[in-house]
């Protein structure tokens, strides 16, 4: 998403102006501070839908409209704030806050979804927690807790930064979460099916042996006997087919663990022979283990204890396997008994003589046929679950494993990006905070600030690498006492590698006399004086189109 301009206007004390935005980096730099530059950042994202708590003096957004044209790929839109109201395109779509942040996840094509904590259940979200890895409040951001607390509305869910991440880098387990629920509801009407079918069985055994009648000149007997068999039979035979990809798939896994255990052996074998090799030579030499052998020694066997347990996890999966063979085999016989009696049935004929005989036969026939149907038709549903729960099952160990290999290459980008800022900085420690750790970050001052810096833009980074979704970045200043000359230099020179190099829209605010730490010239500044908004009059009050249809 590229957001274009941003025209704010402020209806009671008669004051308005329009902001246009590059679609890389926007610089909003002032003289000096307390001109303005948090007051349109904050607006921005605020007219985005961001619920923004501590506002500069002076700007009162009770009395202000905003409006802001974006686009997202082909699709663009004016979104007109007016204090908890949005306006789509003008007055086409009016929405409150909760119907906005539904519209903006469909602007985005993405659909968020979170624990809440009370009661815990998935729950839609609002704007500020679609846009919480994007936006960093030069008030609230800063204050030691990274992400979690740049809002007062993340604390109504349960995990909220961490969900919302996993969904942007997409390792949400939420997929995982549907795919279980559907497999759930299909075995529960499994499990209803195949307790129809033992009703219908029992009824079935009043009625005797069906026979199909031999079609004759005289009483020109009906084939749809000998269709049931046959559809019957057909229905068996699919059964055979399955049971038999299922015996091969099993087979195939039986065949891979006894290979794995068979190199694991060797290996079991090998780390044994080292460890006896050490004992020995201490023996002979009459002496105590020296650190190195001790050392050599410990990693032998916890390797070698590793490998134990593989091998005996691998001989109870065996068990399992071996287990579920041998149940297939004996349903695989069960079905093929009863495939060869219908087939012997459908070859066995009887002439009838008179009417009599053969109106009784039929009606027998007829009732038994109808449960045998019945039968059919159930075992083909339950043929048909049975191939959903796999193709279900299947779906969801791609997905954990595809969500492993993202996550561990995410995790292995964050280590080298830790290590990375940590040579840049030299004087922070970085290597304290783990992935996915939104707890408080320690350290006051100058020093917090550097490690806050370091974590926002490596998250920045991350999201801007593993996610599909472009938003704007925004890092409203973080600076707001004197630092040292020395202290700025290497702060703004690790923005400007690190920050200001992302490929999505990005937003920072800075003052003129730190413009000279930055060394590169592909920056579209936008300079601010006080105050931001112009009065209005003649030149300007043809930006009141912009809110003319809003109503």
């Given at each position: 998403?590229?957001?274009?301009?941003?025209?704010?206007?402020?209806?009671i004390n008669g004051r308005i102006n329009k902001f246009d935005f590059d679609s890389k980096t926007n610089i909003l730099i002032s003289d000096g501070n307390i001109v303005g530059k948090s007051s349109l950042m904050k607006s921005v994202y605020y007219n985005l839908g961001y619920s923004i708590k501590v506002w500069p003096e002076n700007w009162c957004i009770d009395n202000m409209m905003f409006q802001l044209m974006v686009r997202n790929e082909e699709a663009k839109h004016s979104i007109t704030r007016h204090k908890n109201l949005f306006y789509i395109d003008g007055n086409q779509e009016v929405l409150n806050e909760k119907?906005?942040?539904?519209?903006?996840?469909?602007?985005?094509?993405?659909?968020?979804?979170?624990?809440?904590?009370?009661?815990?259940?998935?729950?839609?979200?609002?704007?500020?927690?679609?846009?919480?890895?994007?936006?960093?409040?030069?008030d609230k951001s800063w204050s030691g807790y990274l992400f979690s607390k740049s809002s007062d509305s993340f604390g109504r869910y349960n995990s909220c930064v961490k969900d919302i991440f996993?969904?942007?880098?997409?390792?949400?387990?939420?997929?995982?979460?549907?795919?279980?629920?559907?497999?759930?509801?299909?075995?529960?009407?499994?499990t209803t099916l195949i307790q129809k079918l033992e009703v219908i069985k029992k009824l079935g055994e009043d009625y005797p042996?069906?026979?199909?009648?031999?079609?004759?000149?005289?009483?020109?007997?009906?084939?749809?006997?000998v269709n049931e068999y046959l559809n019957r039979i057909n229905i068996l035979t699919s059964s055979t087919m399955e049971i038999n990809n299922k015996l091969l798939d099993n087979d195939i896994m039986i065949d891979e663990l006894k290979i794995e255990n068979l190199e694991l052996e060797k290996?079991?074998?090998?780390?044994?022979?080292?460890?006896?090799?050490?004992?020995?030579?201490?023996t002979l030499c009459n002496s105590k283990l020296t650190i190195e052998q001790s050392v050599r020694r410990f990693k032998i066997r916890n390797n070698l204890y590793e490998i134990v347990y593989i091998i005996e996890e691998n001989k109870k999966k065996l068990i399992q396997f071996e287990e579920k063979r041998t149940a297939l085999r004996s349903t695989k016989e069960e079905i093929l008994a009863?495939?060869?009696?219908?087939?012997?049935?459908?070859?066995?004929?009887?002439?009838?003589?008179?009417?009599?005989s053969y109106i009784e036969e039929q009606a027998t026939q007829k009732s038994a046929l109808s449960y045998l149907k019945m039968e059919g038709d159930i075992i083909k549903r339950k043929f048909s679950i049975d191939e959903v729960i796999s193709g279900i099952s299947k779906d969801i160990a791609k997905k954990k494993r595809e969500i492993k290999k993202k996550r561990d290459a995410i995790n292995q980008k964050?280590?080298?990006?830790?290590?990375?800022?940590?040579?840049?900085?030299?004087?922070?420690?970085?290597?304290?905070?783990?992935?996915?750790?939104?707890?408080?970050?320690?350290?006051?001052?100058?020093?917090?600030?550097?490690?806050?810096?370091?974590?926002?833009?490596?998250?920045?980074?991350?999201?801007?690498e593993f996610s599909n979704y472009k938003l704007p970045f925004a890092m409203d200043s973080f600076i707001k006492n004197e630092i040292a000359a020395e202290q700025g230099k290497q702060m703004f020179a690790f923005l400007e590698e690190y920050y200001l190099t992302l490929q999505s829209q990005t937003f920072f605010s800075i003052i003129e006399d730190n413009k000279k730490y930055l060394v590169k010239e592909n920056y579209h500044f936008i300079n601010l004086s006080k105050p931001i908004l112009n009065e209005l009059n003649a030149q300007n009050e043809n930006l009141l189109n912009f809110f003319e249809n809003v109503k």
């Open positions: 998403m590229i957001i274009e301009y941003i025209v704010i206007y402020d209806y119907e906005y942040s539904m519209w903006l996840q469909n602007f985005l094509n993405i659909s968020i979804k979170i624990k809440k904590k009370k009661p815990k259940e998935l729950s839609d979200v609002y704007s500020s927690e679609v846009l919480l890895p994007f936006y960093i409040d030069q996993d969904i942007y880098f997409g390792i949400s387990n939420n997929e995982i979460l549907e795919l279980e629920i559907e497999k759930s509801e299909r075995k529960s009407e499994l042996e069906l026979k199909e009648p031999l079609k004759t000149e005289k009483f020109g007997l009906s084939e749809g006997s290996m079991k074998k090998k780390y044994e022979k080292n460890i006896k090799d050490i004992n020995h030579t201490c009863e495939q060869k009696y219908y087939e012997e049935q459908s070859k066995n004929y009887k002439l009838f003589t008179d009417i009599e964050y280590l080298y990006l830790i290590n990375e800022y940590e040579r840049y900085f030299k004087d922070i420690k970085l290597s304290d905070s783990k992935f996915y750790d939104f707890k408080e970050v320690t350290g006051s001052g100058i020093y917090g600030n550097k490690i806050l810096l370091a974590l926002y833009t490596l998250y920045a980074n991350l999201i801007n």
